[in-house]
């Protein structure tokens, strides 16, 4: 037992590092010079997501007979996040798609975009936002389906869905008229009876391909049906969900901490009176990333105190962020505070961290109730 079990980890240990590092690369060398443009939203990266997808960024997180595996996609997005917040944000939507198609019982679907959404030669995101708040009695579902012959008929609208084009897919979920629970289905946003509305500009993030998305008596197929009922797909998926959404906060921490590191040589005489210094956030990102890897092995662990541990993290992966892009600036000064300056921008994608769903306050909510 003991020889399978290593060479199982040995195996899943071995693409991490080479895929991690082609992503780092492919951040340094073509996402870098695009991030300012993704932050005010001149940019989308549709093309430098797929050249992530090409060298196996949305690939290596797919169940392998069984057991899954999220460290890698973690460590590549925290590659991407050290460079752009919003990208590994879009890493995140992509990844999310991936891992709603291998985990779907739909065979059918799973062939058909399994390997499409993978390699990203189709990009897409998560509609799951709205939901996710209705499973915690936050807010009701925003979308209505009725049973037709051979699929549904949807209707309502979402407010915020992103990384969306009109040839991307996404994952939602919508309430039966009928009363009988719920159903999961790939949107398909090149369907006419679907209208993608751009959003008002946002603080940051702008870049992310968001919009509004309005379901306008849309047909979907039983070809698109992910899950039906979606309660126990939704129980199974739940904490890959989450536990990805640790790759954004890793890389804009690491980034915080580089960026309060770069300016020692001229502030550090000053700075050293300030309460957080980099050697703090150093040992907590290490915290972070050995929980997070630890509990990335098993995504599929029904225990109810490995789900409290991956909300647990989750909600201390948002506050470290805000508190690492808080410190950052402190260190920076004046010059953190100039629009040119990243730390600014940091802030601002820390932020978002903290308040993507499931946010700081509903995770506090999910730790209380459970």
């Not at 849309?218 to 790759?247: C, N, S, T, Y």
Request: with cysteine; hydrophobic share 45%.
């Amino acid at each position: 037992m003991g020889s399978l079990s290593l060479s199982r980890v040995e195996v899943l240990d071995q693409p991490a590092p080479s895929i991690a590092g082609e992503v780092a690369r492919i951040a340094r060398e073509q996402l870098a010079p695009l991030a300012a443009g993704i932050d005010d939203g001149s940019v989308y990266p549709a093309e430098v997501l797929r050249a992530f997808g090409a060298v196996g960024a949305w690939g290596s997180h797919m169940p392998q007979e069984g057991p899954a595996d999220l460290r890698c996609a973690i460590e590549s997005m925290a590659a991407i996040g050290e460079v752009c917040g919003a990208t590994a944000f879009m890493a995140w939507c992509q990844n999310t798609l991936v891992w709603y198609a291998a985990n779907s019982t739909n065979l059918k679907l799973a062939r058909r975009f399994g390997d499409a959404f993978s390699s990203g030669r189709v990009l897409g995101g998560t509609g799951l936002s709205n939901p996710m708040k209705s499973f915690f009695g936050i807010e009701k579902l925003k979308l209505k389906g009725r049973k037709v012959e051979g699929g549904y008929i949807v209707r309502g609208a979402l407010p915020w869905v992103s990384n969306l084009g009109p040839d991307h897919y996404f994952g939602t979920i919508f309430e039966r008229e009928d009363d009988q629970g719920t159903v999961m289905f790939l949107a398909d946003c090149s369907d006419p009876s679907i209208t993608l509305t751009p959003c008002k500009p946002f603080l940051a993030m702008d870049g992310t391909g968001t919009y509004g998305v309005q379901f306008r008596d849309v047909f979907v197929p039983d070809e698109l049906i992910l899950a039906d009922p979606a309660a126990p797909f939704v129980k199974k998926i739940r904490a890959g969900f989450i536990l990805l959404q640790a790759g954004m906060a890793l890389g804009v921490i690491r980034d915080c901490i580089n960026i309060m590191d770069e300016v020692d040589s001229t502030l550090g005489h000053i700075n050293r009176y300030l309460p957080q210094q980099p050697v703090h956030f150093r040992d907590l990102a290490a915290e972070l990333e050995a929980e997070t890897m630890a509990l990335a092995r098993d995504p599929y662990n029904e225990e109810e105190t490995y789900w409290r541990k991956v909300v647990a993290l989750r909600l201390r992966a948002g506050e470290t962020s805000v508190a690492a892009a808080h410190a950052a600036m402190l260190h920076c000064g004046a010059r953190g505070y100039l629009k040119s300056h990243r730390a600014q921008r940091r802030l601002r994608e820390a932020y978002f961290v903290a308040i993507v769903t499931p946010a700081t306050k509903q995770l506090r909510k999910m730790l209380a109730d459970a």
